[in-house]
């Protein structure tokens, strides 16, 4: 079967730097996505990667290592507003979105 | 360009009803796939839709049906409500030329609250 793997919840400081990983396996791989949720919002588009390596977007990294079936995305001087669930996807061979089920971040002051 | 949209936010329902949903894609999108998501579970894809023919499902029970029309718009409907029906649906729009990067647009969700 499918599956995307994601820490269900992770703490950390305002103004620190945080890492939340992704691991998956699906049938096929046609990209990575990252999506940032706030609680009883709309989750909203982050990042892309579908070749090895950093992709930077401000405070927002994301890293993608295809061979290892691993990503991560790296958030530098959090900010309280950062307090969110954050999303890894995967599209598959058929270009469908497989979801994990999210890492809800909490920043602390 | 406005955003997707999607009505009703909010709903009550009891169990053994139906509820139909609708989705209103960003201008130029052709592609709307809806997803239940509830707390713990993550996004579960229901079904996507493109020029109105159902493209791809998840594993939904036949309770769980949707359709689109020729300006994209889409409805899903789920019949016989059962408590665990009750989640947020979202809906997603894409221009639906199916490469791997283009990105999907949410909705806010509508929320289903079964009684």
């Known amino acids: 079967g499918q599956n995307i793997d994601q820490p269900t919840e992770m703490t950390a400081t305002e103004g620190a730097i945080v890492q939340i990983n992704c691991t998956y396996q699906t049938s096929g791989f046609n990209g990575l996505f990252w999506y940032q949720q706030h609680a009883g919002e709309a989750p909203t588009f982050l990042s892309y990667?579908?070749l090895d390596g950093l992709e930077e977007k401000g405070r927002f990294s994301s890293f993608l290592s295809r061979s290892k079936g691993y990503s991560y995305l790296l958030l530098k001087e959090l900010q309280m507003k950062d307090s969110a669930s954050y999303l890894c996807a995967v599209k598959d061979s058929n270009y469908q979105l497989i979801w994990g089920a999210g890492t809800k971040l909490i920043i602390k002051p | 360009k406005a955003g997707v949209t999607q009505t009703p936010r909010y709903l009550i329902k009891t169990r053994g009803q139906q509820v139909t949903l609708s989705c209103s894609p960003i201008?130029?999108?052709?592609?709307v796939s809806w997803y239940q998501q509830t707390p713990g579970q993550g996004l579960q894809f229901l079904f996507e839709?493109?020029?109105?023919?159902?493209?791809n499902k998840g594993n939904f029970p036949g309770r769980f049906s949707g359709r689109q029309f020729s300006n994209s718009r889409s409805e899903m409907n789920v019949s016989t409500l059962e408590l665990g029906d009750s989640a947020l649906y979202l809906c997603?729009?894409?221009?639906?030329?199916?490469?791997?990067?283009?990105?999907?647009?949410f909705g806010p969700g509508t929320r289903l609250l079964v009684l």
């Open positions: 201008s130029g999108h052709r592609s």
């Open positions: 839709y493109f020029s109105e023919t159902q493209r």
């Open positions: 990667n579908v």
């Open positions: 997603a729009s894409s221009l639906g030329a199916g490469v791997g990067l283009e990105t999907q647009y």
